[in-house]
């Protein structure tokens, strides 16, 4: 089939639309990308003028809470009235949260805000993914999917830079301040682009159904917020906590089945492409972050980087991450078959991980680390996006929000088991070691301060530390890297997809 050209066949909005609904979507992901890491490095000065340091790990988790639960829901209602009615509610929630954090007095109100902008955060990336499918035809969505993973990349690395100078040329209350112009146009270029007609029908929202898996979802990232830290693993309250995860899942099914309008359509599960995408999402994003999150730390506390210097190690992922998503979208939408590009940038991250697992291990110097570390960006570039064209191909038009939003929850809920385990595997290592010192070793002051901290160890003592987490990181890396391959190979049974011209159910 011929690439669909500018004349707007159908299942293609005009040119001049499709580029302000573009650029409505594209500043909706970058709101989502952009926020999470701005306010990550703004929490020291939010604790030093509100005080709370015992909760602050509680201005991340609440906003992850809320922001994870609601993906789901925002796909489904934007099935049902529309993705521009959903995305107003979406950003101004989100928007409203933003500035009652930059007016906030207190921790206890940052929290309930962040809570507040999460409501609307969980929308914004399943709305912008789902917007796109909207507006072009399966044949292009891998080119444009290509440039929501480009521009997640470069704002993931721009977050903390920006949060660092704007919090120390204004203060840390505009890392949330900035977000309402940013909102604003993204919300007016939405308004004018996107005018995708609803169809007139009564429709029933699942109440039970949304209220079941909220309560299943806030139980398990409560468990994985607290076990290991709050209470052990292995103690009475943890296995309260999975009993509850597993009735409340198990009522959640029931209803999803006899419910007329389920949250999640189980049948939707049958579908071999869609049942494999999304749970292969999932593993990604559990792969990448619980490998990831812990490498910067690596690179300032074992290697002694500072972490200007260690923030710049990511650079390779992220022009690789740019380069594959854009240049491959183009390529997978010219040649209108997805699946290849799918399973070489499955195949690229998990070979990477293991290098990475290999060069902890080893010690390796600095430099050989930037390798494995632009492989794994080529391969996120090729993997995140022709995944999420594969899932929304995979479905009738009608349910395209619904299924972007379980994808898109599946991968925050992967996201969030992966760092818990990373941060199991970690803490364990860590605890160890400091036994073996006889507890003489504060490792959250040298996790917390750094080199500063570091410097005042022995030799002996700082060999000891870069050991555990040199150790605890080869563990991170290998278990992502199991995790990937496992992914690659749930992809390897699945059928090609040929990407039409023509946009499904319509």
Known sequence: MEPVDDAAPPGRLPTAQLRIVMGGALLTMALAA???????????????????????????????????????????????????RLFFVAVLTFLAGSLLCGMAQSMAQIIGFRALQGLGAGGLLVLAQAAIGDAVTPRERPRYQGLFTGTFALCSVAGPLLGGVITSALSWRWVFYVNLPIGILALALIAAGLRTPVESRRRRIDYPGTLLLAATTTTLLLLMAWGGSEFPWLSAASLGMVLAILVLFALFLLQEARAPEPLIR???????????????????????????????????????????????????????????????????????RNKAFLLAGLGLEAVALAGLAVLAWW?????????????????????????????????????????????????????????????????????????????????????????????????????????????????CFTMSGVVMSLAFLLVLGLPEQVLQGRAPGR
């Open 363 to 475: 010690a390796a110097p600095a430099v050989v680390f930037l390798v494995p570390m632009g492989l794994l960006g080529l391969g996120m570039g090729m993997g995140m996006p022709n995944l999420t064209t594969a899932v929304q191909n995979a479905v009738h038009h009608a349910e395209l929000g619904a299924a972007t939003g379980a994808m898109t929850f599946l991968r925050s809920l992967g996201g969030s088991v992966g760092v818990a385990a990373s941060g199991a595997i970690m803490s364990a290592s860590l605890a160890e070691t400091r036994a073996t010192l006889g507890g003489r070793l504060d490792m959250e002051a040298i996790t917390r301060q750094g080199a500063e901290a570091l410097a005042a160890l022995t030799p002996a003592q700082h060999q000891l530390f870069s050991d555990a987490y040199r150790t605890a990181l080869t563990g």
């Open 34 to 84: 952009l926020d999470q890491n701005i306010v990550n490095t703004a929490l020291p000065r939010m604790v030093g003028d509100l005080g709370g340091m015992a909760h602050i790990s509680w201005v991340v988790t609440a906003f992850m809470l809320t922001s994870t639960v609601t993906s789901p829901l925002y796909g489904k209602l934007s099935d049902l009235f529309g993705r521009r």
């Open 266 to 336: 189980l049948r939707l599960f049958r579908n071999k492409v869609f049942a494999r995408g999304v749970v292969v999402g999932g593993m990604m994003t559990f792969a990448m972050l619980g490998s990831t999150v812990f490498l910067p730390l690596y690179f300032q506390l074992v290697l002694g980087m500072s972490p200007a210097r260690a923030g710049a190690m990511l650079l390779p992922q992220v022009i690789g991450m740019v380069l594959t998503s854009v240049l491959g979208g183009r390529m997978v939408s010219k040649l209108g």
